[in-house]
T-cell receptor
């Protein structure tokens, strides 16, 4: 089992749709959680950190479920500019601190 | 303007040649990282450094070497021992291991 797993997609949605991505992690001692966005042939950019109580940033909502070991990202009112790959990132102590990047979920928003 | 600068943007390597990728940050971050990304794949950790003059191997360190003589700089050398070096190389930095990492805009390395 991979340490961080994401559905690779692609998710194809129309503009204005709501779309949700899930990410599962295997290490129950994981401490930090993030969502990054990566555009084609570009570097990943931090979208948002994920806090235990859940957090929102405009159209984006992130949630953490420690019991089931997954985090989610909800995008409301999708825009064409949201088309990108979304990377789930988990940090944990494992004989030293490790940051594990998921392989990403591809999103296409169409007009 | 604070950030991470990687150079060059594109690099070509001849067989048997060592090449060095530059990574400089002015964010005053202690931790720096090198990742490799192959097409359609996730990031894989090559080396990381949590403090000056110290660095650790990541998951795919074979064929690579690094140094961390200054806080701001973490160059990566791709040696001739790395038989499949064609990839997108990303450098990142962070305040510590538990905080989000900030990335440079990457170097694309290809074989001639």
């Amino acid at each position: 089992r991979k340490e961080v797993e994401q559905d690779p997609g692609p998710f194809n949605v129309p503009e204005g749709a709501t779309v949700a991505f899930n990410c599962t992690y295997s290490n129950s001692a994981s401490q930090s959680f993030f969502w990054y966005r990566q555009d084609c042939r570009k570097e990943p950019k931090l979208l948002m950190s994920v806090y235990s109580s859940g957090n929102e940033d405009g159209r984006f909502t992130a949630q953490l479920n420690r019991a089931s070991q997954y985090i989610s990202l909800l995008i409301r009112d999708s825009k064409l500019s949201d088309s990108a790959t979304y990377l789930c990132v988990v940090g944990a102590w494992d004989g030293g601190f490790k940051t594990i990047f998921g392989a990403g979920t591809r999103l296409f928003v169409k007009a | 303007d604070g950030g991470i600068t990687q150079s060059p943007k594109y690099l070509f390597r001849k067989e048997g040649q060592n090449v060095t990728l530059s990574c400089e940050q002015n964010l005053n971050h202690d931790a720096m990282y090198w990742y490799r990304q192959d097409p359609g794949q996730g990031l894989r950790l090559i080396y990381y450094s949590q403090i000056v003059n110290d660095f650790q191997k990541g998951d795919i360190a074979e064929g690579y070497s690094v140094s961390r003589e200054k806080k701001e700089s973490f160059p990566l050398t791709v040696t001739s021992a790395q038989k499949n070096p064609t990839a997108f190389y990303l450098c990142a930095s962070g305040t510590d291991s538990n905080q989000p990492q900030h990335f440079g805009d990457g170097t694309r390395l290809s074989i001639l």
